[in-house]
């Protein structure tokens, strides 16, 4: 019976159709004007000014570290941008909004997910490339172009995921778990760029780790409007974190497995590696969110 099993999954992935991708065409979400424009005023300064595009000071991961991980490609009028994202069903994936909306009412015009990949530039046997419609975008009604609160959302897939030993779906929190998971060991992952824009992008995964911060801590480096108890921040110490290219993807801890409690929103746009917490959505603030808007079912 596994034999059978293994062989239906197998042709569902072989006869699933392969999507190509021109690479050239792809720039990081951070990119575009939209990313910019719901950063507070005093960040804006750094608009003309491109730090590195990178997971700072990480690690490539191992073939199917992160079988959640996806990388995500949206299309806009002005151009794809690439995102991050995790796997929440089979039908669904989770981003941050900012990925998937350039406006109050621009939804991307479709996309592609890339899911199972290591090197998302390779044909890789494991991957599986399914598209996405703007019928499928489900952001938070809360976001706005203009603000950086509820920066989530939702993407049902033209057709299935096929689970496997290198994509499996997120767990998130129960509803009954409050922790702010300060002291935990965070992890983020993500396929952002690891040099400056005018340098070839690095294909492969890249993880890296720092404690997650208590809300209290993370506002004492930032400030009280920026950080809300809908975010999550992980600690910048020793220059690492999240960068560009890695939006929407997932910030995961240790507790009887992965477990994600965030998806990437923003740093600081002075730069990744300055030390800074990076800032993520909160998942357990918005499983009301993304239960009503998929199929996923928190657990109690």
């Not at 960040?43 to 003309?48: A, I, N």
């Not at 509820?150 to 299935?160: E, F, K, M």
């Not at 929407?248 to 507790?255: I, M, T, Y």
């Amino acid at each position: 019976m596994k034999t059978f099993a293994l062989l239906v999954a197998l042709f569902a992935v072989a006869s699933a159709e392969w999507i190509d991708i021109d690479w050239s065409q792809v720039r990081p979400i951070e990119e575009f004007d939209h990313y910019w424009a719901r950063l507070p005023a005093e960040l804006q300064v750094y608009r003309t000014k491109l730090p590195s595009h990178r997971i700072v000071n990480g690690q490539e991961a191992t073939p199917g570290q992160f079988p959640y991980q996806i990388a995500l490609l949206s299309n806009f009028p002005t151009g794809t941008g690439l995102c991050g994202g995790s796997v929440l069903t089979n039908n669904y994936i989770l981003t941050a909004a900012h990925c998937v909306i350039s406006g109050a009412s621009t939804l991307a015009l479709g996309g592609t997910a890339i899911i199972g990949a290591h090197n998302r530039d390779v044909a890789e046997p494991s991957q599986q490339r399914i598209a996405f419609s703007t019928a499928g975008i489900r952001a938070h009604p809360g976001y706005t172009l203009t603000n950086i609160r509820n920066d989530i959302a939702v993407v049902r897939l033209n057709s299935p995921i096929t689970f496997t030993d290198r994509i499996q779906p997120a767990r998130l929190p129960a509803r009954s778990d409050t922790r702010q998971f300060g002291g935990f060991t965070g992890t983020v992952s993500g396929f952002g760029r690891t040099s400056d824009a005018s340098q070839a992008t690095s294909s492969v995964v890249m993880f890296t780790t720092n404690p997650v911060l208590t809300n209290a801590d993370c506002i004492a480096q930032w400030n009280a409007v920026v950080i809300e108890p809908q975010n999550v921040c992980l600690s910048g110490a020793g220059g690492r974190s999240s960068c560009n290219g890695d939006s929407g993807g997932p910030l995961a801890v240790q507790d009887g497995g992965s477990l994600q409690v965030g998806v990437v929103s923003f740093g600081s746009a002075a730069g990744c590696a300055i030390g800074m917490p990076s800032v993520y959505a909160r998942v357990s603030f918005f499983l009301d969110f993304i239960e009503a808007n998929s199929d996923f079912v928190a657990a109690a």
